[in-house]
């Protein structure tokens, strides 16, 4: 079945009993009160196999999945990593990280709002659009990162353009953070919503990057806009490299 993670998921299998949730039961009564998007809302989130599956296996989202799908792909994870999750609330991708790698790895979450602490993960709350909060998640890793993954994401308006503009922003800055905190070799992922400007991160991404993808798990809600871009192979940093060339040049 689609929906299945594979068999050699990181996570595939496991019955996580701490955390066991039931679905949320909402009466008609209630039903009638919410706004109609709400529930729709409600009724796709009770029909939802990440949802269910989620809530069996004890992660907090079913983004969870996004992030065991993009791995099962892309082999991400690696033993010793450090890593950065932008974006991380309410934390089911360090959940994720946690499962496969636990100690082996150092992992630094942050996110605007707060998340319930997990093992092993630094946090760090704050707004990554502020200078303040990107210096201070810089500051966790003065030698570099092996991961930057950005789930980052706007609140939706509903209005297709305003709801890519708003992501594509969030997206620029995970590159702009991932291209000073990166160690050679390093790799880039980022979410954003779908709507022309991607092509032109792209083209940035591929003077950085060896290799460059776009890529929609098969997780990720079908008539959602939402698209990854993840990017292996970080080149350095070529205004460090340009200059060092430079220097070269001056020396001969
Ligand atoms: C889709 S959720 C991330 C889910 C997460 N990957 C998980 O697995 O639990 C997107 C997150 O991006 C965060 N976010 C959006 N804009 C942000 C910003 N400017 N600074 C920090 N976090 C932001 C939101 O607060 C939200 O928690």
Same mark, same amino acid.
């Given at each position: 079945?689609?929906?299945?993670?594979?068999?050699?998921?990181?996570?595939? $299998?496991?019955?996580?009993?701490?955390?066991?949730?039931?679905?949320?039961?909402?009466?008609?009564?209630?039903?009638?009160?919410?706004? !109609?998007?709400?529930?729709?809302?409600?009724?796709?989130?009770?029909?939802?196999?990440?949802?269910?599956?989620?809530?069996?296996?004890?992660?907090?989202?079913?983004?969870?999945?996004?992030?065991?799908?993009?791995?099962?792909?892309?082999?991400?994870?690696?033993?010793?990593?450090?890593?950065?999750?932008?974006? &991380?609330?309410?934390?089911?991708?360090?959940?994720?990280?946690?499962?496969?790698?636990?100690?082996? &790895?150092?992992?630094?979450?942050?996110?605007?709002?707060?998340?319930?602490?997990?093992?092993? +993960?630094?946090?760090?709350?704050?707004?990554? /659009?502020?200078?303040?909060?990107?210096?201070?998640?810089?500051?966790? &890793?003065?030698?570099? +990162?092996?991961?930057?993954?950005?789930?980052?994401?706007?609140? /939706?308006?509903?209005?297709?353009? /305003?709801? !890519?503009?708003?992501?594509?922003?969030?997206?620029?800055?995970?590159?702009?953070?991932?291209?000073?905190?990166?160690?050679?070799?390093?790799?880039?992922?980022?979410?954003?919503?779908?709507?022309?400007?991607?092509?032109?991160?792209?083209?940035?991404?591929?003077?950085?990057?060896?290799? +460059?993808?776009? /890529?929609?798990?098969?997780?990720?809600?079908?008539?959602?806009?939402?698209?990854?871009?993840? &990017?292996?192979?970080?080149? $350095?940093?070529?205004?460090?490299?340009?200059?060092?060339?430079?220097?070269?040049?001056?020396?001969?």
């Amino acid at each position: 079945m689609v929906h299945n993670r594979k068999s050699d998921s990181i996570v595939a $299998g496991r019955k996580r009993t701490s955390g066991k949730k039931k679905l949320t039961k909402y009466s008609t009564k209630t039903e009638k009160k919410l706004k !109609h998007s709400s529930q729709l809302y409600l009724k796709r989130q009770a029909k939802d196999v990440y949802v269910q599956m989620a809530l069996r296996e004890g992660f907090r989202s079913r983004a969870a999945y996004k992030l065991v799908h993009l791995n099962d792909e892309f082999k991400l994870l690696k033993k010793g990593m450090s890593i950065v999750d932008l974006g &991380c609330a309410p934390g089911s991708w360090l959940e994720v990280i946690n499962e496969e790698l636990g100690k082996n &790895c150092t992992v630094i979450g942050t996110d605007k709002i707060e998340i319930e602490p997990i093992e092993n +993960v630094n946090f760090v709350q704050g707004d990554f /659009t502020t200078q303040e909060t990107f210096d201070e998640v810089m500051g966790h &890793c003065p030698r570099g +990162v092996d991961l930057v993954l950005s789930d980052m994401a706007p609140e /939706t308006t509903g209005h297709r353009e /305003t709801d !890519h503009i708003r992501s594509m922003m969030l997206a620029n800055i995970a590159i702009d953070f991932a291209l000073k905190a990166l160690k050679p070799g390093g790799t880039f992922v980022a979410k954003f919503f779908q709507g022309g400007e991607e092509q032109e991160m792209r083209t940035r991404l591929r003077e950085h990057f060896d290799k +460059v993808k776009f /890529t929609k798990p098969e997780s990720s809600r079908r008539e959602s806009k939402e698209m990854f871009i993840i &990017c292996f192979g970080f080149k $350095g940093d070529l205004t460090k490299n340009a200059n060092k060339v430079q220097n070269e040049i001056k020396d001969i």
